[in-house]
């Protein structure tokens, strides 16, 4: 019988010190890192210009993990949306002129949504959508998902990875998937969760937080009576806040699992339960998710138990549209070992914000996921909803940071400026800032079964 110690990482890796795992880890990804540049350097324009802009005159010029992790960024976001308007123009498609894989050979597209600008497509090959599904499959593993298992999917329906793609997971997972999604608005997703009463649902937090607020007036029960058993959520900040995973977790009487995943075998979840460690990483085989950055001077940081930085992303065996050194705005903190709540042995991922997303106030670095979990702190005497006001965009703030914040629905017998004296206290003591804020009451916030958006500028379109 094999114990936790002799069994293999499911990429065949046995060891379980941290330091010659990722030794090992390295290893075999450069092994298919090589291929991986040769290819795009052969079947990508694009990769071929920025790889000798850098000084690479051939694929063999990388000669090591470290070489590979010394190059610049070679695609940002923004550069993925221009390369895909300079394909429509050129090629008649918009995927991009990073594209290698022939035309003919793209079966599945997925895209982001879109609320910051235009969308960002991802384009899949037969073999790029198998090992998605792969990766998306290991992730229900890991919660526990079980073939049969009936998962009412609430996320945007439509292209996103989120989207049509989970839901082929589902079905390649052998799950019976109720594609409702969040377009179908509340009062249907809950009208349909209290007819399949499904083992599992998938949404944003900020949905399911929703869900709990409407149920009771819209099929006359709490979602606690409704039978569910695993709650997933992602897509934005909260399923990693202890606050909220506990708030979630006793209102649904369920296991919450914060996840993120589908970019370029990109696939992570955490465990359940009220401590938070981090999410698994389950596509290191496939994807280098977390090859760490500074985000000021894009040097790397050593891949150590406990680095932050910004996460360059790269596929490993990618035909359609590889990640190359992409830059994703994440801001990860990594951890390596043993998960102190189940055991499992690798690294775990915890998406601190984004690049863009940073404030700084009075010299104070600080994001937005983080003012979220100091307010979901102080639940219930507030909402959990709130927003920023900015008079122009991240990341220099004029003082005082402004944020609107909604009282709790069964809120404490004080006035707005006591709730917003002891919030702005609780803010200074964890964050080092001295917000302004307005106490607004509750339901008064916009609500949204899709993301939410925090940030808000003056004069800007709010999506």
């Not at 090992?24 to 450069?30: A, D, I, N, T, V």
């Not at 795009?40 to 070489?67: N, Q, T, W």
């Not at 914060?258 to 460690?277: E, F, K, R, V």
């Not at 702190?377 to 990341?395: A, E, K, T, V």
Request: contains cysteine; charged residues 20%; neutral net charge.
């Amino acid at each position: 019988m094999q114990t936790l110690s002799s069994t293999p990482h499911y990429t065949g890796i046995r060891s379980r010190d941290p330091e010659e795992f990722l030794h090992q880890l390295g290893e075999l990804r450069f092994a298919k890192l090589r291929r991986q540049i040769a290819y795009c350097f052969e079947h990508s324009d694009f990769y071929r210009g920025k790889l000798c802009a850098a000084g690479v005159a051939s694929p063999a010029d990388i000669r090591s993990m470290d070489d590979f992790r010394r190059l610049p960024v070679l695609i940002t976001k923004d550069e993925h949306r221009a390369i895909q308007q300079e394909s429509l123009e050129r090629e008649g498609h918009s995927f991009g002129t990073h594209l290698c894989a022939p035309r003919e050979r793209i079966i599945h597209v997925a895209a982001t949504s879109g609320t910051t600008g235009n969308p960002t497509f991802y384009t899949f090959t037969r073999k790029d959508l198998d090992i998605a599904l792969k990766v998306f499959g290991r992730m229900w593993r890991q919660a526990g998902l079980q073939p049969g298992d009936t998962i009412l999917h609430a996320n945007g329906l439509s292209m996103w990875l989120g989207g049509l793609t989970a839901i082929l997971s589902f079905q390649a997972y052998g799950l019976t998937p109720i594609p409702v999604g969040a377009e179908a608005g509340v009062a249907r997703i809950l009208r349909y969760m209290q007819l399949t009463r499904p083992r599992a649902l998938i949404c944003t937090p900020s949905l399911a937080r929703h869900l709990i607020e409407r149920a009771p007036g819209e099929i006359g029960t709490e979602v606690g009576a409704l039978g569910l058993r695993k709650l997933l959520v992602g897509g934005e900040p909260g399923g990693g806040l202890p606050t909220t995973r506990q708030a979630l977790a006793d209102a649904y009487g369920a296991e919450v699992y914060d996840l993120t995943g589908g970019a370029w075998h990109n696939g992570t979840i955490s465990p359940s339960g009220a401590q938070y460690s981090g999410m698994h990483s389950l596509g290191d085989d496939y994807c280098f998710r977390y090859d760490l950055v500074d985000p000021a001077t894009r040097q790397p940081i050593a891949l150590t138990d406990g680095a932050v930085g910004e996460a360059i992303h790269t596929a490993l065996e990618y035909e359609a549209g590889p990640a190359l050194r992409y830059a994703t705005g994440d801001i990860l903190r990594i951890r390596v070992g043993e998960c102190p709540q189940d055991g499992h042995f690798g690294v775990r991922i915890e998406l601190l914000g984004r690049a863009d997303d940073l404030l700084i106030v009075k010299g104070i670095k600080v994001y937005p996921a983080a003012i979220k979990e100091v307010i979901d702190g102080m639940m219930p005497r507030c909402s959990g909803h709130f927003h920023i006001d900015l008079d122009g965009p991240p990341p220099m703030v004029e003082p005082p940071l402004r944020l609107t914040v909604e009282r709790g629905e069964q809120a404490v017998p004080e006035s707005a400026e006591e709730l917003a004296t002891a919030l702005s206290a609780r803010l200074h003591a964890q964050l080092s800032i001295r917000p302004s804020i307005t106490i607004v009451p509750f339901a008064s916030l916009p609500r949204s079964s899709g993301k939410t958006k925090i940030i808000r500028i003056a004069g800007a379109a709010q999506a």
